[in-house]
């Protein structure tokens, strides 16, 4: 079996003694959906050591005097930049897929402006141009 942070593996007693919570509090949290626990077949809840980490953060957040309403409103951007910064590295794997896949398209040229562009085979580069090359795989 494969574990990550994300795996569900501490039921509700053991993650409230990682975190110093009361059980109650975390059900409450779950209630309020600042952490969703996965559930068992018998609807108990398993926390994950992202959820763990998730519970210090909002303790330490309540700490600091921001409201449950201002804690998950915390959370759900962070995790929004979490998912955003995921689909970017996605895309620009995608796009180095597709620059590296293209032939002919292995040279670059930079104007003064700094903009970037494809120059086509046995095109010259202009004057105020710097052209960037980059020589093809082999393998």
């Known amino acids: 079996m494969d574990m990550d942070e994300n795996t569900p593996v501490f039921a509700i007693t053991a993650a409230a003694g990682l975190t110093g919570m ?13 952490v969703s626990p996965k559930r068992t077949a018998g609807q108990s809840r398993r926390y994950s050591m992202r959820d763990v ?3 210090r953060e909002i303790a330490r957040l309540g700490s600091e005097g ?6 998950r409103r915390i959370l759900e951007l ?9 689909r970017v590295r996605e895309l620009e794997a995608a796009l180095a897929d597709e620059l590296l ?16 562009v494809p ?4 095109q010259r580069a202009r004057r105020n141009q ?10």
């Open 53 to 55: 980490v998730q519970l």
């Open 22 to 34: 009361h059980p109650q509090t975390l059900r409450q949290y779950d209630r309020l959906g600042l």
């Open 101 to 116: 896949g293209r032939s002919g398209r292995r040279v670059w040229a930079s104007d003064a402006s700094g903009e970037v």
């Open 78 to 86: 962070e995790n929004r930049v979490v998912e955003l910064g995921s």
């Open 130 to 139: 710097v052209v960037v090359w980059r020589p093809p795989l082999i393998g």
């Open 119 to 122: 120059m086509r085979a046995g």
């Open 66 to 71: 921001v409201s449950l309403e201002g804690i």
